[in-house]
């Protein structure tokens, strides 16, 4: 009986595992949008160490 659910599981695995790859295939990653600031924006020097976010999603 262990010997059949084993061979019936690898017999799934086997059937899904292409399925699976090509679904992950069709998968983007995620893109993010850059910007430069520098002394023209505001900034006081060129280097900036951080920078933060508040809740209206300005920097």
Same mark, same amino acid.
């Given at each position: 009986?262990?010997?059949?659910?084993?061979?019936?599981?690898?017999?799934?695995? +086997?059937?899904?595992?292409?399925? !699976?790859?090509?679904?992950?295939? #069709?998968?983007?990653? @995620?893109?993010?949008?850059?910007?430069? +600031?520098?002394?023209?924006?505001? !900034?006081?020097?060129?280097?900036? #160490?951080?920078?933060? @976010?508040?809740?209206?999603?300005?920097?």
């Amino acid at each position: 009986m262990n010997k059949l659910i084993h061979n019936i599981s690898r017999s799934i695995i +086997y059937i899904l595992a292409p399925w !699976l790859m090509l679904a992950c295939d #069709n998968a983007s990653a @995620q893109k993010y949008a850059f910007a430069h +600031y520098d002394t023209g924006d505001g !900034l006081i020097q060129s280097q900036v #160490n951080n920078f933060y @976010q508040d809740n209206s999603h300005r920097l």
